[in-house]
């Protein structure tokens, strides 16, 4: 099971969060969303728990709770979608597929 973390403390490291996770069970690995450019956290991240009972544990006991100073939103990920950035107003691409943007 894919887990969405939300509002995460920008202290907060990926081996804190797996330690957040592990009393629910089986944590297969736990990555925080940094920005590409500066290496600082996003402030979110994921959480993989192969067994879906103890992942809904997890997101049970850990959602609303505190970590770090923040109140944790966890809930199942969501699976990605195409971004509407890049889109023109009748929902066609704008642009190219494939290749590098200087903005």
């Known amino acids: 099971m894919n887990i969405y973390v939300g509002n995460l403390s920008y202290e907060v490291t990926e081996e804190e969060l797996r330690l957040a996770f592990e009393p629910f069970g089986q944590v297969?690995?736990?990555?925080?969303?940094?920005?590409?450019?500066?290496?600082?956290?996003?402030?979110?991240?994921?959480?993989?728990?192969?067994?879906?009972a103890e992942g809904q544990s997890a997101i049970d006991g850990l959602n609303g709770k505190e970590l770090k100073g923040r109140t944790l939103n966890v809930n199942e990920a969501r699976p990605r979608t195409e971004s509407r950035r890049g889109r023109d107003a009748r929902g066609g691409g704008i642009g190219g597929r494939g290749g590098s943007r200087s903005f």
């Open 28 to 52: 297969e690995s736990a990555t925080i969303i940094k920005d590409k450019h500066s290496g600082e956290s996003k402030g979110f991240g994921f959480v993989e728990m192969p067994f879906k």
